[in-house]
């Protein structure tokens, strides 16, 4: 690795995996970035932090911490000294004493938002159909069928809990708008990046453009990459 150069660490959010960065890290490992991708339990928001610090901690230098919607409220509670920047890829970003459901409901849903309840096993599940109408929209039916066949879910104990002082406070970040996703309102996304005071781009995407749209993430991330230097 680059001595100057921060090591991408990808995170995913509920629902996916870390297989949904695959197409992001070719691609950032074409331009030379190193990346690793982080596996989360989902089952508390502390519990996830700690999965992904353990990671942090066996990478060298800086990293640059990169969060898919719940993972945004994961990457922001790190601990880790060597975290240089964050950027969210459809990101949810509490403030202090806030929680992830909290701002994920900031702002009304459209009709296209599956009606999310936890299931018998008290997780909450996204129901097959909601991967094709709002989840990644923009996914091939191969690919639908496959996130809906691999998903993870999340617990309700990682979203209620108050999350305390947000590391975008301290360190620089990145923020994609996903302005076609039926998940997380678009309004609720530029009201986070603002409060951030993010550098912010917004695209035509869904809500999943690790898949959909993998080079227009990892530009996004290696620039962030390229400002930490």
Do not use: C
Not at 101 to 107: G, H, I, L, Q, T
Not at 124 to 130: D, I, R, S, Y
Not at 210 to 227: G, K
């Amino acid at each position: 690795m680059n001595a100057t150069t921060a090591t991408a660490v990808l995170v995913h959010g509920a629902w996916a995996d870390p297989a949904s960065w695959a197409g992001v890290a070719e691609l950032l490992h074409s331009k030379h970035i190193e990346t690793v991708t982080v596996s989360l339990p989902l089952l508390t928001l502390a519990g996830d932090v700690a999965a992904m610090d353990d990671v942090l901690e066996r990478i060298p230098g800086r990293v640059v911490l990169v969060g898919h919607a719940y993972a945004g409220a994961v990457i922001a509670a790190s601990q880790s000294p060597k975290v240089a920047a964050l950027v969210y890829i459809a990101g949810l970003a509490p403030d202090e004493g806030e929680t992830v459901a909290e701002v994920f409901n900031r702002y009304p849903h459209d009709e296209k938002a599956p009606a999310l309840a936890p299931g018998e096993d008290g997780l909450f599940w996204l129901p097959a159909e909601a991967f094709a109408t709002a989840f990644a929209q923009h996914a091939t039916a191969q690919q639908q069928q496959v996130l809906a066949a691999s998903q993870r879910p999340i617990s309700p104990a990682a979203i209620t809990v108050p999350v305390g002082r947000p590391l975008w406070k301290q360190v620089p970040s990145w923020y994609l708008v996903a302005q076609r996703d039926h998940m997380i309102p678009e309004k609720t996304q530029r009201f986070m990046a603002e409060r951030m005071h993010a550098h912010t781009t917004a695209l035509p995407v869904d809500h999943l453009p690790s898949v959909t749209a993998p080079a227009l993430v990892a530009e996004m991330i290696a620039d962030a990459v390229r400002h930490t230097a």
